[in-house]
């Protein structure tokens, strides 16, 4: 079976167990092929829900037994806090989080996310709301922070203590 024909069986069942295909990943492991399936969802991703994906896609390449052709290890895993932010919904999942972006222009800005549209986001850079383009950022990653936000960035932001 085709790469694609394999993921769209693979994005079938992730979503079948209400989740999001992020990344697929084939390699050769020896005898075998080890499949790596990166999911996500708006709301989190547990262990209880990566258990379910795991027996969704296991069932779903069993069925489609051509589909890898030879005996496979499957990995199913959640993106984890250092994944680049490449699509509107990552920056959504973001907001009140703090970011460290590299523009296509070379600078970068660092500043807390807000409210996330389907082209650009604004960040709060420096005490000042920031529009950012989604084409215009080349590389973007939350920074990982020990202490709640401050509150008068999230007010700056609009964004209310019980809505994060």
Same mark, same amino acid.
């Given at each position: 079976?085709?790469?694609? +024909?394999?993921?769209?069986?693979?994005?079938?069942?992730v979503?079948?167990?209400?989740?999001?295909?992020?990344?697929? +990943?084939?390699?050769?492991?020896?005898?075998?092929?080890v499949?790596k399936v990166?999911?996500?969802?708006?709301?989190?991703?547990?262990?209880?829900?990566?258990?379910e994906?795991s027996? /969704?896609?296991?069932?779903?390449?069993?069925?489609?037994?051509?589909?890898?052709?030879?005996?496979?290890?499957?990995?199913?895993?959640?993106?984890?806090?250092?994944?680049p932010?490449?699509?509107? /919904?990552?920056?959504? *999942?973001?907001?009140? /989080?703090?970011v460290?972006?590299?523009?296509a222009?070379?600078?970068?800005?660092?500043?807390?996310?807000?409210?996330?549209?389907?082209?650009?986001?604004?960040?709060?850079?420096d005490?000042?709301? /920031?529009?950012? *383009?989604?084409?215009?950022?080349?590389?973007?990653?939350?920074?990982?922070?020990f202490?709640?936000?401050?509150?008068? +960035?999230?007010?700056?932001?609009?964004? +209310?203590?019980?809505s994060?």
């Amino acid at each position: 079976m085709p790469d694609q +024909e394999l993921e769209a069986v693979v994005a079938r069942a992730v979503a079948d167990a209400g989740a999001e295909l992020e990344a697929l +990943e084939v390699s050769t492991a020896g005898k075998r092929q080890v499949v790596k399936v990166v999911v996500d969802r708006d709301t989190g991703i547990d262990l209880d829900d990566v258990a379910e994906v795991s027996r /969704r896609v296991s069932a779903a390449l069993d069925e489609a037994a051509d589909a890898l052709g030879s005996a496979y290890t499957l990995e199913v895993t959640s993106p984890g806090v250092d994944r680049p932010l490449t699509r509107a /919904r990552h920056w959504t *999942r973001a907001r009140a /989080r703090l970011v460290q972006a590299r523009l296509a222009d070379g600078t970068t800005v660092s500043g807390r996310v807000g409210n996330a549209g389907a082209a650009e986001v604004d960040v709060l850079v420096d005490g000042t709301v /920031r529009q950012l *383009r989604y084409a215009d950022v080349a590389h973007a990653t939350v920074q990982i922070e020990f202490k709640q936000p401050p509150a008068e +960035e999230l007010a700056l932001l609009r964004i +209310e203590e019980e809505s994060r």
